[in-house]
């Protein structure tokens, strides 16, 4: 008999805020058990173990970056919808960082229909703020990736507490904001 007050839904928060706090690898059964005041094996009645905890983690995550994308950009077009997304993302990166880690190491099947949901979310409101770009049809996977390459390293690092130089980290965000802006307009003749 499960545990009154658990189920799959919260052993997965509860997942989510431990990675945010230690880490997706301190994210054992047993760190969680304890978090949840529960024996180990008694996780086992609610996710099927490591793997489909991590899977979990990374579906919420991208729900959760999907939301705030789609938040963001809501009305905006352009640079400022560019800008918008940008700070979304390194915003979600940097607050979440064990939970965003395992949207980059799933463990399950990456076809997966809630992870793919989700992600379609996240790949529609990228769509969104391209649009406003006029790219070729062949150059939106491109850009796509590069997008999300650009805003998540960016927020990683920061995450991570990777940029030691004395220059200011805010003038550097818009700085990558800027040069991305100009690329997709140069790339799209705008």
């Given at each position: 008999?499960?545990?009154?007050?658990?189920?799959?839904?919260?052993?997965?928060?509860?997942?989510?805020?431990?990675a945010?706090?230690?880490?997706?690898?301190?994210?054992?059964?047993?760190?969680?058990?304890?978090r949840?005041?529960?024996?180990?094996?008694?996780l086992?009645?609610?996710v099927?173990?490591?793997?489909e905890?991590?899977?979990?983690?990374?579906?919420?995550?991208?729900?959760?970056?999907?939301?705030?994308?789609?938040?963001?950009?809501?009305g905006?077009?352009?640079?400022?919808?560019?800008?918008a997304?940008?700070s979304?993302?390194?915003?979600?990166?940097v607050?979440?960082?064990?939970?965003?880690?395992?949207?980059?190491?799933?463990?399950?099947?990456?076809?997966d229909?809630?992870?793919?949901?989700a992600g379609?979310?996240?790949?529609?409101?990228?769509?969104?703020?391209?649009?406003?770009?006029d790219?070729?049809p062949?150059?939106?996977?491109?850009?796509?990736r590069m997008l999300?390459?650009?805003?998540?390293?960016?927020?990683?690092?920061e995450?991570?507490?990777?940029?030691?130089l004395?220059?200011?980290?805010?003038?550097s965000?818009?700085?990558?904001v800027?040069?991305?802006?100009r690329?997709?307009?140069?790339r799209?003749?705008?």
């Amino acid at each position: 008999m499960p545990r009154a007050g658990l189920d799959p839904d919260k052993v997965t928060a509860a997942a989510a805020a431990l990675a945010d706090e230690v880490g997706l690898p301190g994210v054992t059964m047993g760190a969680l058990a304890e978090r949840l005041s529960v024996k180990a094996p008694s996780l086992y009645k609610h996710v099927a173990g490591q793997a489909e905890l991590q899977q979990r983690i990374a579906v919420l995550a991208v729900v959760e970056l999907g939301d705030e994308l789609r938040d963001a950009i809501q009305g905006r077009s352009g640079r400022d919808a560019l800008t918008a997304a940008a700070s979304a993302v390194r915003r979600f990166v940097v607050e979440h960082p064990g939970r965003y880690a395992a949207t980059i190491r799933i463990t399950g099947d990456p076809h997966d229909e809630p992870l793919a949901a989700a992600g379609a979310r996240v790949l529609e409101s990228l769509a969104a703020v391209l649009a406003a770009y006029d790219l070729q049809p062949g150059d939106t996977v491109h850009a796509l990736r590069m997008l999300r390459s650009v805003f998540t390293g960016f927020a990683t690092l920061e995450a991570a507490g990777g940029f030691q130089l004395d220059t200011d980290v805010e003038e550097s965000f818009a700085w990558l904001v800027d040069f991305c802006d100009r690329g997709l307009r140069a790339r799209s003749g705008q």
